[in-house]
């Protein structure tokens, strides 16, 4: 027994502005129907013309999965009745869609995977519904959204391989600057197929609607998996289903058990005419392709000497690879800049940098100056990091010059060996943690400044010289 999953992904593209209208399309914070125009609230009379950044940004999706860019694609009408798509019909394409083909190769496990591309197309987003006490509201603000659908062929073996898969596609929309792909902010959504294929058949499938975690996905994916193992198990059939999940009780939510398909009485949406496109725009936009990430990835393994895992953490985020090159190229080396940014700065990381690029070269340079001490270097950086002060102005606040200064250090260790003289005895006698004591003392009197390696040695010199 094999399980076969197929999925068909939504994703949201970053553009200004919706599909079809001028309205902004950035509706995450929006106040509920202020971003709403007579086009996408689907007014008697009011025509739709398609946004040219929405159409690129597809493109630049079909290219980077290797899809077959079809230069006469169309829009469909989608009719159905849903109570937060006020025109009672959805614009889609469905028989001549934006790309065919493609593939998206992938890691899991350690091995490496391809899964193949059917097709991927245009479609504008509906609106939301918003459930409370008193009834059901409703926001317009989402309808028209851009969405690009990317269908791929039954090729994923397991739930873990469809979770790893969406990381990967995420990655790659990010890297090509087309969509943020938050699935918490239900920037990237996911319907998922699932089937038992016994002797190499296709088995019946089980669908589920709206997953918005790569955990839900897991989880969910395994959930049905399991059930339906448990009915070829006992010998009974297994019927086409339709599940939502629920992510709080861990549980699939049965929709529907489908017997016949949706009529959705497509044809051609007569408000728009064909979607042709001219070679200048497709060389254009082959032009203006981003590095693909897997391209990039090669690029900083080779370029910086960093290892495998440290570049997979820093192409997650595009601006967190950017902001990487930066540095590495402000201090002139890419494995120190990795260090100071995966192992001090990831955590602060939100939408965007916590500290500038550049003022993180200047301490990195300042800490290899010898005028910064590590510790304290990284003391500031952490203060600047989570509480949004400036690092440039935290360095020149506070007093932290290193004191490396021979004669400083000097009269500094003469003053431990003066106020402990236990130390000093257990030191004589053999007892080397005492020197870490006295080191230690050196330090709290200058708050961290001391250059240790160099208070080290004179405090042996002194000791020995008795
Ligand atoms: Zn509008």
Redesign the pocket.
Known sequence: MNVVIGLEVHVQLATRT?LF???RADYFAAPPNT???????GMPGALPVPNRKAVEYALRVALALGAKVQKNSRFDRKNYFYPDLPKGYQITQREVPLGVGGSLTFHTDGEERTVRIRELHLEEDAGKLIHTEKGALVDMNR??VPLVEIVTEPDLRSPREARDFLRALRTLLRHMRVSGGDMEKGELRCDANVSISQDGGLGTKAEIKNLNSFRAVERALSAAAARQAALIARGERVVQVTYGWDEGRGELVLQRVKEEAHDYRYFPEPDLVPLELSSELLARVRAEMPELPWARRDRLIRQYELSPRDVDTLLADPELSDYFEQVAKGVGDGREAANWILSELLRYWREGPPVPAQELVQLILRVREGKVSRTNAKEVLEEAASSGKSLAKLLAGRALEQVSDEAELRRLAQEAIAAHPQAVADFRAGKTQALGFLVGQVMRKTKGRANAKKLSQILRELLAEG
């Open positions: 919706k209208c001028g309205c971003l709403t125009c007579p086009v996408c609230l309808c028209g």
